[in-house]
Structure formats: C-alpha cells, structure tokens
C-alpha cells in the first residue's frame, strides 16, 4: 500500500482580506479541545474545573508568544532580514519547547497567584498538551514544513519546490516527519490517559506531578529520534537544538521520579489545590 500525502495548500478559504488558514483552524481546535479534556480530569480529581479555564487564558498567554520567540531567535538570521514577518505566525514558524518552557512559567505564576498546586496543574495540563500536539503537527503538513530527509518509502510526503531547502531541490518526496510525531504523540496521549485514570484507583500510589514527567520523558524520547530525521532544524553550531533540549528534557524526568520513587521525597510545591467542594462550601 502506498501513501504518498500531499498538502493541498495552507488556506482553506478567502473572502477579500479575510483568510482562514490550516494553521490557526487546528490551534484553536487544539485549544478547545484541551481546555473541555483538561476541566473533564480535574473534576474526575476533584479540582474545580474553572480554575483550569481560567489557567486556559496564562498558558495561551504564555505558550504562543514563547514558541514563537524561541523559533525567531534561533532563526534570527532569517527574520533580521524581513522583520515584518516576526509576528507572522500564520506563516509557520513556532517551536513547541518554546511553548512549553513560556506555558510552564504561565503556569508557576498562576498556581502561585491562586496557592494551587503546581504539579496538580501540570498533571492535568499534560493529556491535553501532548493530544494538542498531536493534533497540531498537521499544520506543518497543510504549510509543507518540518518534514525529514528525502525517501522513497511507501509512505511519503510530496513538497513542492518552493519549499524544498537548498541541497533538495531535484527530491521530491520526504518523510513525512509530521505524521510520526503525530502518531507517536497519540500513543503518548492514551498512556498518559491510562495512567490518569489508574492513579483514581490507586490514588495513595500514584504520586502528583508523575503524569508532567512522564510526558515530559515520552514526548521527549520521540522528539529526539523524529528530530534526526529532519532538514530543517534549529541548529546552534552543529547540534540540534530540539535534541540537547529533548536530552535535557529526559534526564530531569527522570531524575525527578527517582526523587519521587525512590527517594520517597515530596516535590517543592506552590500552594494547596483548591477543590470543588472547598470552592462549593466558601460560597455558602
């Protein structure tokens, strides 16, 4: 079977000036989708779920602008040039560790504000993060970036030459880098997911914060390998940025369930988490 994919384009529809792209339709359904997946868990936890609404409004506040700023600084070379294009988002050009990195810090602040568990946050925040991500590698597809190495595999990504870096331009299909993430990320979603849902049964043996590591080692573990594969990565000299951070990524995963495991030690935290039922009784 064969499966050679092709992008029909990063637009969906124009109307005069007004254009609906690929892009922004899969952000916001990735948004919209994490923030109802996000409130579902935290009620099953006993957390009220507005919190986790309102925590929603940080973390974009946080996620985008720190995704796109990593991206831009790391192609600096690049947008020196055209800085009109710096706030293009619309065009491609964000790096999830930036997201990341300016959501966790959105989410530092708010638990601080709100005395709410940091780690409670990030385990709830987990499953929707790694399924947005999941959902939002098919913007790369629909723009035609952030594929690998040409190949000539059964399955295939078709890009056309205005994309293809210098050095390609006589390739014309490349692993389709979009596609393995995407995949990889579900298989990390459904594992997270099971953890979630094992921990409500096992709630005195599965520790808060354990859901944010083991994201934090999955996810990384198969950004490394898929990273390896591409052309287009951020470089800093002859590394890859995305696998020192993925690398990094790991070993403090790791390092921090052995701290929680195995050394029996609890986590610095921000506060006490705010239940339904506390938030229910303050109202009366």
């Not at 506040?61 to 020196?80: D, H, K, M, N, T």
């Not at 959902?135 to 597809?141: E, K, L, S, T």
């Not at 880098?177 to 094992?198: H, K, P, Q, R």
């Amino acid at each position: 079977m064969f499966l050679a994919f092709q992008s029909p384009g990063p637009i969906i529809f124009e109307i005069g000036p007004f254009i609906v792209r690929w892009y922004g339709l899969l952000i916001a359904s990735a948004i919209l989708i994490g923030v109802t997946l996000s409130q579902y868990l935290a009620q099953r936890r006993g957390v009220n779920p507005d919190l986790l609404g309102d925590l929603t409004i940080w973390l974009v506040l946080g996620a985008i602008p720190g995704a796109r700023i990593y991206y831009v600084l790391f192609e600096w070379q690049q947008y020196a040039q055209r800085p009109e294009d710096i706030i293009a988002i619309w065009k491609g050009g964000i790096a999830i560790h930036g997201a990341i990195i300016g959501g966790t810090i959105a989410t530092l602040i708010f638990s601080r504000l709100n005395k709410i568990s940091l780690w409670q946050l990030l385990d709830l925040v987990a499953p929707s993060l790694i399924l947005g991500q999941a959902i939002g590698r098919w913007g790369n597809f629909f723009n035609s970036e952030a594929f690998g190495r040409p190949t000539d595999l059964p399955w295939k990504l078709y890009i056309p030459l205005s994309n293809r870096p210098s050095g390609y331009l006589n390739y014309e299909y490349f692993h389709p880098t979009f596609l393995y993430e995407s995949i990889w990320n579900l298989g990390v979603f459904a594992v997270i997911i099971w953890l979630f849902f094992w921990g409500l049964k096992n709630q005195d043996r599965l520790k808060t914060g354990t859901l944010a590591f083991v994201y934090l080692i999955s996810y990384s573990a198969g950004r490394f390998w898929i990273e390896g594969l591409r052309t287009d990565s951020l470089m800093l000299g002859f590394l890859r940025i995305a696998q020192v951070v993925s690398l990094t990524a790991i070993a403090i995963g790791i390092l921090s369930l052995v701290w929680l495991y195995v050394l029996r030690r609890p986590l610095p935290d921000t506060g006490r988490v705010k239940s339904q039922k506390s938030k229910v009784k303050s109202q009366k």
